[in-house]
């Protein structure tokens, strides 16, 4: 009997063992971005029941072997992106699934464009940088597009007088002046050529799918102005059929109006047609910008009139071929706040018009991107005054600017480590500017030419795989300026004091080379560190090298020559991820040259009969010292609860004012104006099924007002929030309110902010 | 239920686009120029409205109606031509409709064309024109000589600073605010603008800070206005001067101002006063500062 049990067991043994190998399966798939498609690494997935989980890959592969067949609940997670559960049925042996993950959470996208001008993971970058996605666009208490930018460290933004600020103010890394700042919308410069501030007011955030910001100087890949940072605010692309936003408001100081948003799209397969339309118009009476002890007679209210309509399509040929176009066109009036015949009072009027086309591609291994674009602005600044004689003027200053441009960009892989990114930007604008006196028979006409022309080149090289990369890259740019001109039609006594102070304008050019490395070291997929080194330039604007006349500071002189300021970065940062925690800190240090400065030339005029002020021009000064610290975090506690906080240290100083060359006092080791040495912001973000709420702290320390640095401005602290409520499924509810505790605070002019500032809407989605 | 919430539904859509529509209709209206201003003399028994012959020296007056077309008037130019162009006044004012009065000395120059100009908001412009020859009967008229005339500064406590030239007397600050009508001199050092040692009249915009207090200038109801212009006359010229053709060839309103400043020993002007009588003075000496004084010769066509 004992002979013939041991073959029988041995044939049980291999049949169970066969028997459960045909009721295991594999479960696999690949998890995507489901904006760009690219792959998600180190998702979490998890099988409920078998209480198991796997990490995607590099390339967003994950495989679960030996899954017994079944019913299962899946759960996919991954920071910065909304949690996904689904249920699936195992009876094959093999089971693949491809998912796509939205970004839904409030913590950082994975993948930046504006960093490198190519698709990038943000872990991979040698370079402070920042994004907001358009789940905090929804959750943050804020109404202008420049108030969201609170989230990053780094950025001041100053918009002392709430939505009646003419532009809005976005000043980064230390630098006082918002040309410091480069502003693109979908890769394209948002400002005109001479100036180069940007209007914060002329975007609808409603139409905001992600801003991406990057710190420091990036004029190796963009130019001129990019010296404090680069801001891209990316618009949102039609993804349904139809799909529609209706918005309607009201707030404090009778503000109303509303936002319209319809758009389409055919695509299927990766082909199709799409479109997009987005409309904005806001009104308000405002409020008296000055307080009770400074108020004048002729002080009023300011007001705003905003119509703002943008306009889109695009064709996406297959996966590799996309082009778009779009047609801004805006009509901004603010009043100024003071009204002495007119019936509009002192104003500020703002045309604009942006045209551009975007090519998108891929051909082999390059990705090519080729805009095109043309922009009109047109200005309209009425002012009325009258002056301590007596007399009275009421001018009208019109300016003029058109500028067109052509943008290209190539990337394109090389060996196995490096992506060399290289590419031409030209800009080419003209400005022409008047003065037209109504009250005397004076016209003041400035005008030129500004053309920059940029050709760059970057590897981004991978010196050890998932360890150690770096970024290096150069850029050149030639700016020409010509056909200047200033002149004066038909001059009284109020310009005639002018004449003697008329110089013959020069036709010049600058280059600028603009170099930039990186370094990044990745311990693990949780913390990398990096070390960078930049350089950017901003070009002198038209009116400072063409136009003489009345400023704030005195009698300004036309300074042809000139030159651009510079800019020289170094800086070493960290980024730390752990499960639900996010901690980002930079410190750097720049040396600015050639800063441009008004400084007295020694001489006074008379610019009334009674009226003495110096005689000053805008001048490149030594040397300028910008050192500071700036640490971010963000919390998810769970799926409803979510905190984050930044703090920003700046400290920035004149040094080496030579009091030989210029006849000024000597503002070696003043501080500049207008920069705050500590920002704080935090904030809080809860999002249920029965209401979402968010509230948000900014605490601004002192500034310097003045050049010579005797008049400091007191520092702030401001609380806002905002509560929002879905109805009947369709329709969200919400209530903005800024500076909840009406703290009043001046600014350098001795003006006041609009106060505490309720805004309610109502959303109809569709 | 549903039907209910789809119909606010619809409606809220439709009223979010018609108002859309409406707001962003609202935009630029392309801005016409319009019809010009009007502009004429003003015809009464004591003006000169049309071309005319006036006495060298004699006051005339001329008046002008200017109405807007269909924007405001915001520029009033008056020019006189002889042996130059010269602007008599360029004065901003943003109104629909105005008239003025100005009251002119006959010059030396055997024609003046007198231009007068008004503009509107939109750059339209109006223009009427005068021409006012000398007549070939023209004498020169008798002018009075006051020796001496001693004025305090602001801070002096035994002269006065306020002068009433036709009666010769000087008041101090208190009498002065009850005389207002005579008063169409002053003299004050004025620190804050660095004139220093100033002659001038109520009219001059004076910091209030100069005649401070309840019966400070800033609080007179009426203030005469008297114009001074700088001459290069000798001491010889000024000694010499036995009629008023001296004061009548050297006083050009459009170049006269309302304050004579920074005034030292020796310097000479010719003035025009709000009662419209041509004089001149010369400064005998000038002492300190806000407490200082000044003492002047004066020759004046008699009132």
Not at chain 1, 48 to 64: M, R
Not at chain 1, 96 to 113: A, C, H, Q, R
Not at chain 1, 507 to 520: C, F, M
């Amino acid at each position: 009997m004992t002979r013939n049990v041991k073959p029988y067991i041995i044939f049980i043994f291999f049949f169970l063992l066969g028997l459960s190998a045909f009721s295991q399966s594999i479960f696999k798939g690949t998890i995507t971005h489901a904006y760009t498609n690219s792959p998600i690494q180190h998702a979490y997935i998890s099988i409920k029941e078998l209480n198991v989980n796997t990490y995607t890959g590099t390339n967003g592969n994950f495989e679960f072997k030996d899954i017994p067949k079944g019913d299962y609940h899946i759960k996919v997670k991954k920071i910065g992106f909304q949690d996904t559960v689904f249920s699936i049925k195992l009876i094959s042996e093999t089971y693949i699934i491809n998912l796509s993950l939205t970004p839904g959470s409030y913590e950082m996208d994975s993948v930046i464009v504006t960093a490198t001008r190519n698709e990038k993971n943000t872990t991979d970058l040698p370079v402070s940088i920042g994004i907001i996605n358009r789940e905090l666009i929804q959750a943050i208490p804020a109404i202008t597009a420049d108030e969201y930018l609170v989230y990053i460290s780094g950025i001041n933004i100053s918009r002392h007088f709430g939505i009646f600020y003419k532009t809005g103010d976005v000043t980064m890394r230390g630098l006082n002046r918002n040309v410091y700042t480069l502003l693109l919308i979908d890769g394209i410069p948002a400002s005109i050529v001479d100036g180069g501030a940007a209007n914060w007011n002329r975007i609808n955030p409603e139409n905001i799918r992600k801003v991406e910001v990057i710190k420091g100087p990036n004029s190796s890949l963009y130019g001129s102005n990019a010296m404090g940072g680069v801001i891209n605010i990316i618009t949102k692309k039609p993804t349904q059929a139809f799909k529609g936003d209706a918005k309607i408001f009201y707030g404090t100081y009778n503000t109303y109006g509303g936002s319209l948003n319809l758009s389409g799209s055919t695509i299927k397969n990766e082909k199709g047609f799409y479109w997009a339309t987005d409309g904005f118009v806001r009104r308000s009476n405002g409020y008296v910008l000055y307080p009770d002890s400074l108020k004048e007679s002729t002080d009023v209210a300011t007001y705003l009139n905003e119509n703002n309509l943008t306009l889109r399509s695009g064709f996406q040929f297959n996966k590799h071929h996309n082009i778009e176009m779009q047609l801004t066109l805006s009509d901004n009036t603010m009043g100024a706040g003071r009204k002495i015949f007119e019936e509009k009072g002192n104003y500020d009027r703002d045309l604009f018009y942006f045209w551009n086309a975007r090519y998108n591609g891929t051909i082999g291994k390059a990705k090519i991107y080729a805009a095109a674009f043309y922009k009109y602005n047109w200005n309209d600044a009425q002012k009325e005054s009258i002056k301590q004689n007596g007399s009275y003027t009421f001018l009208n200053t019109y300016t003029n600017s058109n500028d067109k441009g052509l943008w290209c960009n190539v990337s394109l892989p090389f060996k196995q480590n490096h992506t060399f990114t290289f590419g031409l930007d030209s800009k080419i604008g003209k400005t022409t500017s008047s003065d037209i006196y109504r009250t005397s028979t004076d016209t003041v006409t400035y005008q030129g030419n500004l053309d920059y022309y940029g050709l760059y080149l970057q590897d981004d090289i991978v010196i050890i795989k998932n360890k150690l990369k770096s970024i290096v890259g150069v850029r050149s740019d030639l700016v020409n300026f010509y056909n200047p001109d200033f002149y004066i039609d038909a001059p009284s006594g109020i310009t005639s004091f002018m004449l003697p102070y008329l110089t013959s304008l020069k036709e010049k050019n600058w280059k600028a080379i603009s170099p930039k490395a990186g370094l990044l070291y990745k311990f693990n997929d949780s913390l990398s560190v990096y070390l960078n080194f930049s350089k950017g330039f901003r070009s002198a604007t038209l009116s400072d090298m063409c136009k003489t006349g009345d400023v704030n500071k005195g009698f300004k002189l036309a300074n042809p020559d000139l030159k651009p300021e510079f800019i020289s970065n170094i800086e070493s940062g960290f980024i730390y991820k752990y499960r639900n925690l996010e901690i980002e800190s930079t410190v750097f240090y720049s040396i600015g040259k050639n800063f441009q400065y008004f400084v007295g030339t020694g001489d006074s005029i008379y610019t009334t009969k009674t009226k003495k002020q110096p005689v000053i021009k805008r001048e490149n000064i030594s040397r300028v010292e910008i050192y500071g610290a700036e640490i971010s975090m963000h919390l998810t506690i769970n799926s409803k609860l979510s905190f984050f906080a930044n703090y920003t240290f700046n400290h920035s100083q004149i040094k080496d004012f030579d009091t030989t060359i210029f006849i000024s006092k000597n503002l070696t080791d003043k501080f500049l104006i207008d920069v705050p040495t500590h920002r704080i912001f935090s904030g809080f973000i809860y999002k249920s099924n029965l209401f979402n709420a968010s509230m948000v702290h900014k605490y601004v320390s002192a500034s310097w007002a003045d050049d010579e640095n005797t008049i400091k401005v007191k520092g702030y602290s401001l609380f806002d929030a905002k509560i929002s409520k879905k109805v009947f499924s369709d329709f969200n509810i919400s209530i903005i309110a800024e500076n909840i505790f009406n703290t009043v605070y001046l600014d350098s002019k001795g003006m006041l902010p609009p106060g505490r500032f309720f805004l309610a809407s109502i959303q109809y989605s569709f | 239920m549903h039907n209910y919430l789809n119909k606010i539904k619809i409606f809220f859509l439709a009223f979010s686009i018609v108002c859309f529509i409406l707001f962003f209709n609202s935009c630029l209206k392309e801005e016409n120029k319009g019809a010009a201003p009007t502009l004429s003399f003003k015809i009464d028994s004591n003006y000169i409205y049309e071309d005319d012959t006036v006495l060298i020296g004699k006051t005339f007056k001329v008046g002008i109606n200017a109405t807007k077309g269909d924007v405001n008037i915001t520029n009033l130019i008056i020019k006189v031509s002889h042996d130059s162009t010269f602007t008599y006044l360029d004065t901003g004012m943003n109104t629909a409709s105005f008239s003025i009065t100005k009251t002119i000395i006959k010059g030396i120059a055997p024609k003046e064309t007198w231009t007068f100009i008004v503009r509107d908001k939109a750059g339209n412009s109006q223009t009427v024109v005068l021409h006012i020859y000398s007549d070939t009967n023209s004498v020169y008229g008798n002018i009075n000589t006051i020796p001496s005339i001693q004025l305090g500064a602001q801070n002096n406590t035994s002269l006065g600073s306020f002068l009433d030239i036709k009666n010769n007397k000087v008041h101090p600050l208190s009498q002065a605010y009850m005389l207002q009508d005579s008063i169409e001199i002053l003299y004050y050092y004025d620190a804050i603008q660095t004139d220093a040692n100033t002659i001038a009249s109520p009219n001059a915009n004076l910091d209030p800070s100069v005649f401070p207090g309840n019966e400070g200038i800033s609080n007179w109801t009426i203030k005469n206005e008297t114009r001074y212009i700088k001459t290069n006359l000798t001491n010889a010229d000024f000694e010499n001067c036995d009629n008023d053709s001296i004061l009548i060839a050297n006083y050009n309103e459009t170049l006269a101002k309302r304050k004579a400043k920074n005034l030292t020993t020796g310097d000479i002007y010719i003035f025009r006063t709000a009662k419209n009588k041509l004089g001149m003075f010369k400064v005998i000496q000038v002492s300190g500062q806000e407490s200082g004084f000044i003492e002047i010769k004066v020759k004046i066509q008699p009132s």
